[in-house]
């Protein structure tokens, strides 16, 4: 894998941050990682809120087959966003996504992720993925790597199609911003 | 140093100006400081505050991710504020995740802050600010500013190099505008004072100040123009009301000077009445004393010749209305004495004597005319002494001795029964000066209280019946009052109605050297043998003379009132081995017979043991048998007499047996030596009444008519007395004894002297032509 060096390299930092969490995160791979960065995230990201559903979990999703949400669940226990509690969920159908906040498209496969997020389309998901193409294929969010670090971009049309604001100061972390316009030109 | 008071009023008011409005300004001047200094650290905290917001928020998202680079960046944006030198970014744990620092700035950074909410700290050069950063509040780091406190104090410095300057400005403006606006106050003070300095200095209160302007000086200005009006009216007026003063007090003197002139006529007729009064009080005195005298005069021949005629054979109807005669022409005599004492009295014109006498004397001899009286009215007379007397002194025996006659003769006069009582009281001394108490108790009637202090008054009695029942003039106590009274005494009472009456007076005389005569020195030198005697009186008065007298003569006196201790003490004194060498017994022992206990003493001890000797007041006190049965002494009456008692001692206790019956003797004939006696005297009834009298008692008399005549007769014949009158036509008998005393002619001229010389002291006639 060509993602496994520089995730581990940025690991050793966080790690350097986040004592205690080193041994757990060691095994996970780069999956711990951007659990971590989401979960920070979630902060910066404002759902248009809706009747009832404050009373239910924030669900994230976790879609794509093999990848575990196993280390999602772990990174994000006890974390509550807006209020909400958060709930992680494997999701193998596309019909599963229907009440998720935030589905993380695990899937390197394009059929699938298209699939995927398709069926996002018209929803208020925030869509993560990890995997190069994913901003331009309509995914919200990736994460990218640039050599040692970790990065990541934000596609800003995607999330006002979705109905989602994303923090300024978010957007001035991002290692790129796919405005409306750049959008529109692929 | 100047002291305020002496500065003008000018520089006062300048002075006053200068630092009221350098106070003003310096005050206003430090608030405003004050205010800019703290506006600037409100903006100065204000704008750290507003960079930590900015820098705060924004670095929110570089800390969650921990972006070093993008806080740096967030950080950089401080160089924009001059002032801020310092800025780091903490991560939650206190890490630090970026740190901007001004170029130029040397300090390090912060100690590790973590607080826990804003800190604001000022210290002497920054201000620093320290801020915890949240992230849905949950804290995610802090940040700390730092900015430098350069600017405040150039900003302090500047505003006080720009304030020295406009202080300086703006006091020089002050000063300016007082200058210029002073006169305008000063100036109508200063005119006003002017205008009362030319009031003082001239008096002219017809000046008016100026008009002033401003309300209080303009009020000041009108006051003190009111007060010269006020002033100007005053004086008017008090000019107006001198003039009318002196012109009222020239009336009011006017009116003086007549009301003066008024009293001093009626003062002159005051006098002129006084004066006629007083010449009519004398005419009405000279009247009485010559009445007086007109009338002794025949009332001496009424009574000389009555005497006579009383010794002649008269039938018994003759000789009882002789007798009442003789009764009225003494009474009427008394009255006449009275009034003309009184008369002497009211007039001043008594002098008292000022002679060496003898108190007991004195009361002997007042007691003794009192006593005839006594007797008939059957009353008892006692008297008795008290005290360490000394018996002489010197004053007027014979004014004491009137009073004490008056006072015993009025006792007698209101009581019918029971006794009078003459006390004489030694009461202190001091070697020269001596005062005695004099009372005389009755018996009587005695005086009701309301009438005691009239009785005193002239021509008073008890009450008008009393004069009726007692008769009298009433002149009496009023005479003895007044006498007392120039004696330097005060005559008082006390009295109990029914019960008696006690008149008392105090004396006061200088001692006086005895003067005895030859044959009294005799007497007194045969001094009496000591011995014991027994004195058994009822009254105690009685007992009281007696043993007064005895302990002065050196006897021993033992007392009883009643017949039984008598009779014991005697029974005793025989026990002794003793017995009294001589016992006085008075009569009535309570209503017992004296006669008793001398048969009670005889039946004691043999009769040559005690000499028994009797006394009594009765008037029949005469002997009885008894006297010889019971070898009775001697029979004395009451009230005794000293020379009596102690005659009759001295003979009891020598053992002497030649008893006297009575010590009443009758008048002695004078025998023997028969004197030619000349009788100088222009009455012809004092001619007669002496000459009848003096040729009774065996004289050879021969009668002239005046001084002249007297000294004829004494050249021709030889006389061995001459009674001469005083007041004769042709010589009076002054005249008469100095021609007699100058010839020398005879040296038997004694009492002629002696009543010569009795009229010059007195002034006026002394008759001594009294036929007892």
Request: net charge neutral.
């Amino acid at each position: 894998m060509a993602g496994c060096g520089p995730a581990m390299l940025l690991l050793v930092l966080l790690g350097g941050f986040i004592p205690g969490r080193v041994d757990a995160q060691t095994s996970s791979g780069p999956d711990r990682a951007e659990a971590i960065y989401l979960k920070k995230m979630l902060s910066f990201v404002q759902w248009p809120t809706g009747p009832g559903l404050s009373e239910e979990a924030f669900r994230v999703c976790v879609a794509g087959g093999y990848r575990s949400s196993y280390v999602f669940a772990e990174e994000m226990r006890g974390t509550k966003v807006e209020g909400r509690k958060i709930e992680v969920r494997s999701v193998r159908k596309e019909e599963s996504l229907k009440n998720c906040q935030v589905v993380f498209v695990g899937t390197p496969e394009p059929k699938q992720r298209a699939r995927i997020l398709e069926s996002a389309k018209g929803t208020q998901m925030l869509t993560v993925g990890d995997n190069a193409g994913f901003l331009e294929a309509g995914g919200i969010l990736e994460f990218t790597y640039a050599g040692s670090t970790m990065q990541f971009a934000i596609n800003l049309r995607a999330a006002k199609n979705a109905g989602l604001k994303i923090d300024a100061r978010l957007l001035a972390l991002a290692q790129r911003v796919l405005t409306e316009k750049e959008a529109m030109g692929i | 140093m100047l002291r305020w008071r002496n500065i003008s009023l000018h520089w006062q008011l300048m002075l006053l100006t200068m630092v009221s409005s350098s106070v003003g300004m310096v005050v206003a001047m430090t608030l405003l400081f004050i205010y800019n200094d703290h506006r600037i650290r409100e903006d100065k905290v204000e704008e750290l505050r507003s960079a930590a917001d900015l820098i705060g928020t924004n670095s929110v998202a570089a800390l969650v991710f921990e972006d070093q680079a993008e806080g740096a960046r967030i950080l950089q944006a401080l160089h924009t504020r001059r002032h801020i030198r310092q800025g780091v970014l903490y991560r939650a744990d206190g890490k630090i995740v970026a740190r901007y620092q001004r170029a130029g700035f040397q300090g390090g950074p912060p100690e590790v802050s973590n607080p826990g909410s804003e800190v604001i700290r000022w210290t002497n050069d920054h201000l620093e600010l320290s801020r915890p950063l949240e992230l849905e509040d949950r804290k995610i780091g802090a940040i700390y500013l730092e900015a430098s406190l350069e600017d405040l104090q150039q900003a302090r410095r500047d505003s006080l190099l720009l304030r020295i300057p406009a202080f300086m400005l703006a006091l020089l403006v002050v000063y300016l505008l007082t200058f210029l606006l002073r006169s305008s106050l000063t100036g109508p003070i200063q005119r006003l004072a002017k205008v009362a300095r030319e009031v003082a200095d001239r008096k002219n209160y017809s000046l008016r100040a100026p008009g002033l302007g401003g309300a209080e000086l303009g009020q000041l200005g009108r006051d003190f123009n009111h007060m010269l009006v006020v002033i100007e009216a005053g004086n008017q007026e008090l000019q107006e009301a001198r003039d009318s003063l002196e012109a009222r007090v020239r009336e009011r003197t006017k009116e003086l000077e007549k009301e003066i002139a008024e009293r001093q006529r009626t003062a002159v007729m005051l006098l002129e009445a006084k004066q006629a009064a007083e010449a009519a009080n004398d005419a009405k005195s000279q009247f009485l004393a010559n009445v007086s005298h007109e009338i002794r005069t025949p009332m001496n021949g009424i009574l000389g010749m009555t005497e006579l005629a009383l010794d002649t054979p008269l039938s018994v109807e003759q000789r009882e209305y002789l007798g009442i005669v003789q009764g009225c022409a003494v009474s009427l005599l008394e009255i006449i004495d009275d009034v003309l004492d009184f008369s002497k009295i009211e007039n001043g014109k008594i002098e008292l004597e000022k002679i060496p006498f003898s108190i007991l004397d004195c009361a002997e001899n007042a007691l003794q005319p009192v006593a005839v009286r006594a007797q008939q009215k059957g009353l008892g007379l006692e008297w008795y002494i008290r005290g360490e007397l000394p018996e002489w002194v010197t004053g007027d025996p014979t004014r004491l001795r009137q009073v004490l006659i008056n006072l015993l003769g009025n006792a007698v006069k209101f009581t019918e029964e029971g006794e009078i009582t003459l006390g004489i009281e030694y009461l202190h001394g001091d070697g020269e000066s001596h005062s005695a108490k004099f009372s005389v108790t009755d018996t009587g009637i005695g005086i009701p209280a309301e009438n005691r202090a009239k009785i005193f008054e002239a021509f008073q009695q008890s009450d008008n019946s009393v004069t009726r029942q007692y008769g009298g003039t009433g002149l009496g106590l009023s005479i003895s009052a007044r006498l007392i009274a120039l004696m330097g005494g005060e005559l008082q009472l006390e009295s109990e109605v029914g019960k008696g009456s006690t008149f008392f007076f105090e004396l006061q005389w200088k001692r006086a050297e005895e003067r005895e005569s030859k044959s009294r020195q005799k007497l007194e030198q045969r001094k009496l043998p000591a011995a014991r005697i027994l004195v058994t009186d009822d009254r105690e008065a009685g007992r009281e003379l007696v043993c007064w007298l005895t302990s002065r003569w050196g006897l021993e006196a033992d007392t009883a009132g009643t017949m039984e201790k008598a009779a014991a003490l005697y029974a005793k004194s025989v026990e002794e081995g003793r017995p009294y060498a001589a016992a006085l017994i008075n009569l009535n022992l309570a209503g017992k017979d004296g006669h008793g206990l001398a048969k009670e003493i005889r039946r004691c001890a043999p009769y040559d043991a005690t000499a028994i000797v009797m006394m009594s007041s009765a008037p029949s006190f005469v002997e009885d048998a008894r006297t010889n049965d019971y070898r009775i002494l001697q029979r004395l009456t009451k009230p005794l007499r000293r020379r009596i008692l102690r005659e009759c001692l001295n003979s009891a206790l020598r053992g002497d047996e030649r008893a006297v019956a009575t010590e009443i003797k009758k008048p002695k004939e004078i025998s023997g030596a028969s004197c030619r006696i000349l009788i100088v005297e222009d009455n012809e009834v004092n001619q007669k009444l002496a000459q009848k009298l003096l040729e009774k008692m065996g004289h050879e008399v021969r009668l002239v008519a005046n001084g002249e005549e007297a000294c004829q007769a004494l050249q021709r014949h030889e006389f061995d007395l001459v009674l001469m009158d005083l007041q004769m036509p042709v010589m009076g008998g002054l005249e008469a004894t100095r021609k007699i005393r100058v010839s020398e002619h005879d040296s038997t001229c004694g009492c002629a002297r002696s009543a010569a010389l009795r009229g010059r002291r007195n002034g006026r006639i002394s008759e001594q032509a009294d036929p007892a």
